[in-house]
């Protein structure tokens, strides 16, 4: 009777701490979830590229028949003139995904206050007007009850970060570049509000723009020609200037060591023609 109720009394003991096991999350069970846990992976495998945030892409590489997690700050693509960033439109053979790139630094635009609506114009002539013995005109250096931003600036003046609406009241102004997207800039501040329909932001003109097409057999003209001085990475939409145009990427890093990384950038216009930048 006792071995009956020893063996009885096990079998539940099992059953209750296999389920115990199941509810644990696979960090208690042991199981390492991470991609990087795949042993089966090919030499110079890469995957799971992404940008965590503007600056930095990241992406898992097999190593030693392990993927392994790795980072490049796209920032160290600075170069007099442009500046490196993450995007999530990079277009390589196999698709598109995310990767680094770089842009020409912003100096035509700079990010800046814009004012919705039209801030009148009034021609101001004093009026004198009586309260209780004391006379109130417009140009006395008071923002009388009876004067507004729009019927006298001499008294009821805005601050050089608000603008005179229509019913002589200050308000403040919307901020291009301030990473909020007000309804008054959905328009004119793509810095903020981004851009749809697989247009690109233009940081000269913070206004979106439609990318260029280019005839493919051009683009593969292009590559062919610099096929012998690198490897080509892929291609991302940008601009030059107020004209849109491709960026194709080349890696041009030779095989040794202390070799320092080498990229080749070629800006592709919409007539065809072609601009080079180099990193070393």
Same mark, same amino acid.
Request: proline share 5%.
């Given at each position: 009777?006792?071995?009956?109720?020893?063996?009885?009394?096990? #079998?539940? #003991?099992?059953?209750?701490?296999?389920?115990?096991?199941?509810?644990?999350?696979?960090?208690?069970?042991?199981?390492?979830?991470?991609?990087? &846990?795949?042993?089966?992976?090919?030499?110079?495998?890469?995957? $799971?590229?992404?940008?965590? =945030?503007?600056?930095?892409? +990241?992406?898992?590489?097999?190593?030693?028949?392990?993927?392994?997690?790795?980072?490049?700050?796209? +920032?160290?693509?600075?170069?007099? $003139?442009?500046?490196?960033?993450?995007?999530?439109?990079?277009?390589?053979?196999?698709?598109?995904?995310?990767?680094?790139?770089?842009?020409?630094? &912003?100096?035509?635009?700079?990010?800046?206050?814009?004012?919705?609506?039209?801030?009148?114009?009034?021609?101001?002539?004093?009026?004198?007007?009586?309260?209780?013995?004391?006379?109130?005109?417009?140009?006395?250096?008071?923002?009388?009850?009876?004067?507004?931003?729009?019927?006298?600036?001499?008294?009821?003046? %805005?601050?050089?970060?608000?603008?005179?609406?229509?019913?002589?009241?200050?308000?403040?102004?919307?901020?291009? $570049?301030? @990473?909020? %997207?007000?309804?008054?800039?959905?328009?004119?501040?793509?810095?903020?509000?981004?851009?749809?329909?697989? =247009?690109?932001? @233009?940081?000269?003109?913070?206004?979106?723009?439609?990318?260029?097409?280019?005839?493919?057999?051009?683009? @593969?003209?292009?590559?062919? =020609?610099?096929?012998?001085? $690198?490897?080509?990475?892929?291609?991302?939409?940008?601009?030059?200037?107020?004209?849109?145009?491709?960026?194709?990427?080349?890696?041009?890093?030779? !095989?040794?060591?202390?070799?320092?990384?080498?990229?080749?950038?070629?800006?592709?216009?919409?007539?065809?023609?072609? !601009?080079?930048?180099?990193?070393?």
């Amino acid at each position: 009777m006792d071995v009956k109720i020893s063996v009885g009394a096990a #079998i539940i #003991i099992l059953i209750i701490a296999g389920f115990l096991v199941l509810q644990k999350t696979p960090q208690e069970k042991g199981e390492i979830i991470r991609i990087h &846990s795949k042993i089966t992976c090919e030499a110079g495998e890469r995957t $799971g590229y992404e940008c965590i =945030n503007n600056e930095t892409l +990241r992406w898992y590489e097999c190593l030693n028949n392990e993927l392994v997690n790795k980072t490049m700050n796209c +920032r160290s693509l600075d170069r007099p $003139g442009f500046i490196g960033y993450c995007t999530t439109h990079f277009k390589t053979v196999q698709g598109e995904r995310a990767g680094c790139a770089i842009k020409p630094i &912003s100096t035509a635009f700079t990010p800046s206050p814009t004012t919705p609506g039209i801030t009148p114009t009034v021609s101001i002539t004093p009026s004198p007007t009586i309260y209780k013995n004391y006379t109130m005109y417009c140009g006395d250096g008071i923002c009388d009850p009876n004067e507004g931003c729009n019927t006298c600036p001499q008294d009821c003046r %805005c601050t050089s970060s608000q603008y005179c609406a229509d019913n002589g009241v200050c308000y403040q102004k919307v901020l291009c $570049g301030d @990473n909020k %997207c007000d309804e008054s800039e959905k328009e004119s501040c793509c810095l903020d509000c981004g851009c749809k329909n697989g =247009n690109i932001c @233009n940081d000269f003109t913070g206004k979106c723009q439609a990318p260029i097409t280019i005839a493919q057999e051009i683009l @593969n003209n292009i590559i062919s =020609n610099y096929s012998s001085e $690198g490897e080509y990475i892929g291609m991302v939409d940008t601009y030059s200037g107020n004209e849109s145009v491709k960026e194709l990427m080349f890696n041009c890093t030779t !095989e040794g060591e202390f070799v320092a990384p080498c990229e080749i950038f070629v800006f592709v216009y919409k007539n065809g023609t072609t !601009e080079e930048m180099r990193t070393v």
